[in-house]
């Protein structure tokens, strides 16, 4: 796991190399900055730090929306960039009164003073501060008088597009595109959620599933319909391939309240409780009326053979 220290708690060290953003996801575009923070701190015995903000920044600075969907909590980010090499994630709290700090006064009181930096990497179009005021060139000036060196990653893309969190999340809520988000993300989109009591109607039709109750309530879930997934199980060693459908399952009701469960092939124990991981292997189909039951039973043995093929 990574370690993650709240700013109050952070250790003064000006032989740091740091990166600052959301980074929410860890994707391929965030990864080339990550990998040269470490290897810039490797190749001068420093420490690689991230300088990341809880809540989202437009959580707070857009109050009344519906708020920013994540595509990793603060754990899976920790443990995303431990695994990438770095050696610490820092979080600020972020609030009305935070935000209102320049760019040149979040550099020079929080970076600068309280956390230690002797390098700086910084995305090609970053921008930080009241406004969004900060830029390269802000911290190419700051650097000077504050002696620290800035190194600017350019942009990633993939299939001719410029890797970002926000069209990852458009992709998954959207488009329901599990092969592309992954693609961006440089690994299986994950979502954790706590095994609850449904209304059991898949286990009469041969078909038991676990509902799911999100363990972060702000975590994006991908377009409604059935997807093949790995799933992991607290306290159980190894994986299981899984059906999963997220949706207001039409055939059975009409109260458009959208439920998440799975049908873990091959499994038949009580986990009431636990806390299941589901990786996304695929996306199947949209979800569908169907006629009947039967009509229903037939789609799933196809859906079933379909995750199984992967």
């Known amino acids: 796991m990574g370690k993650v220290v709240y700013l109050s708690d952070v250790e003064f060290d000006t032989n740091t190399v740091i990166t600052i953003g959301t980074f929410d996801g860890v994707h391929e575009g965030h990864r080339s900055i990550i990998d040269k923070v470490v290897t810039h701190a490797r190749n001068r015995n420093a420490r690689s730090v991230l300088v990341t903000f809880d809540p989202h920044?437009?959580?707070?600075?857009n109050p009344g929306t519906a708020g920013v969907k994540l595509l990793t909590t603060l754990e899976e980010r920790a443990e995303i960039l431990s695994e990438l090499g770095l050696d610490l994630m820092v979080v600020i709290p972020f609030n009305r009164d935070f935000s209102l700090l320049s760019s040149e006064e979040f550099i020079r009181d929080v970076i600068h003073k309280k956390i230690g930096v002797a390098e700086f990497v910084i995305g090609y179009d970053h921008q930080f501060g009241r406004n969004r005021e900060g830029t390269i060139q802000t911290l190419q000036l700051l650097s000077k008088s504050l002696g620290f060196d800035v190194h600017v990653v350019q942009a990633h893309e993939i299939q001719s597009e410029t890797v970002s969190s926000t069209l990852v999340r458009r992709k998954l809520e959207e488009d329901g595109n599990i092969i592309l988000a992954r693609n961006f993300l440089g690994r299986p989109f994950r979502l954790q959620g706590t095994v609850i009591h449904g209304d059991k109607r898949g286990k009469t039709i041969g078909y038991p599933t676990a509902n799911l109750r999100p363990i972060e309530k702000r975590k994006i879930i991908p377009k409604n319909g059935v997807y093949a997934v790995d799933v992991q199980i607290e306290g159980k060693t190894g994986s299981w391939r899984g059906m999963m459908n997220i949706g207001i399952r039409p055939t059975f009701k009409n109260d458009m309240q959208q439920t998440i469960e799975v049908h873990i092939i091959d499994f038949n124990e009580d986990i009431y409780g636990k806390v299941v991981e589901l990786q996304f292997l695929?996306?199947?189909?949209?979800?569908?009326?169907?006629?009947?039951?039967?009509?229903l039973k037939t789609q799933l043995h196809q859906d079933r053979d379909a995750c199984l093929q992967l």
């Open 57 to 61: 920044p437009r959580d707070i600075l």
């Open 282 to 295: 695929k996306r199947i189909r949209d979800e569908q009326n169907f006629s009947g039951i039967e009509a």
